[in-house]
């Protein structure tokens, strides 16, 4: 009986389970229905949200990208523009180039031209500067030139002869009553060898501008015929001077030294010109003490003409003041004169000093 009850009460508990089991079924059908359709409906509703952004997108998209076309088009439009204006602006360069090019290309052919007219240019020198009678030609030259640049034409004279010598020198400076003498030396050979032989060669340009000093002081140094007691010699070359300033003697010293205790100046044209211009300098002085020693003079003859006009002035005056007195007497007359004669008309005087009053005034008239 027992387990009757035991087997009834599992089948109920078990159709109860079941029940249950069944109804729990249900409802999770219903809620999974119930999800499902929510779920598509979240579906439908983000499918069509997608849609409409998928569809702005593509507005958007195709907007930016039709705006995109229009600048590439701009800009391939420009870029074009762009290219064809470099291009011509290259070909302007080219052309300007090709034009400098051939600018540059005659501008050193004439470079070319001129080197060569300065090479043979410079041979002919050398040609003219291979005698010593070429080169002392050139001395003068340059000597005339620089005193017609310094000095005006009456101060100079260029191959003077002394007439107690007969000597002719290059060119005298005058100053006042006295003459600067000045001869042009020109020893090239010896230079050129000082190059050519270095050192060993030195003694010998030493003893060329030592004789050119004797022979200066001995010719060109005569104090009896006004000249000073020193003399100039010219040198046309800077480089030939400087190395007469660099050269030393073992026996003699500084060859410039010699020449100063010979009374001889070595000048280069620098060095003359600016002696030149100190002697324009005094010309200019002596000018300015004379023309101020005839300004007195003339002063003094304008003082003695103004003290004779003085002395005319005095007497003229003189006699001006005699002609206002006897003009101031014989008016004083006349109108004592005039007045006799008024009264005399008029009846007021008595006949008998009528004629004595008109007598009277006559006779001092």
Known sequence: MSSIVWLILGLVAIGVVAAIVWSAA????????AVRQEMQNSLATQGQSVNAQINHLMQSVTTQLGQVRQELQTGVASSGKLASDAQIAMAQQLQSSNETIRKISMQIAEVQQAGNA???SAQTLQNVLGGAKTRGVLGEVVLERLLQDA?????YETQYRFDSTGAIVDAIVRSGDRILSVDSKFPLDAYRRLFDAGESARREFSLAVRKHADSIAEKYILPDEHTFDYALMFVPSEG???ELLMTEDSKYGQIDEYCRAKRVFPVSPNTFYACLSAVAISLQGQKIEENTRHLLAGM???KKQF???AEVYDRLGTHLRHAQQSYEDADSRLSRARNALEQMAQGALPESQVPSKVLSATNED
């Open 118 to 120: 300065m090479s043979q």
């Open 151 to 155: 000095l005006p034409r009456s101060a």
């Open 26 to 33: 249900r409802r999770a059908d219903a809620q999974l229905s």
């Open 300 to 302: 003094g003859g304008l």
């Open 307 to 309: 003290e004779a006009f």
């Open 240 to 242: 030939v001077y400087y």
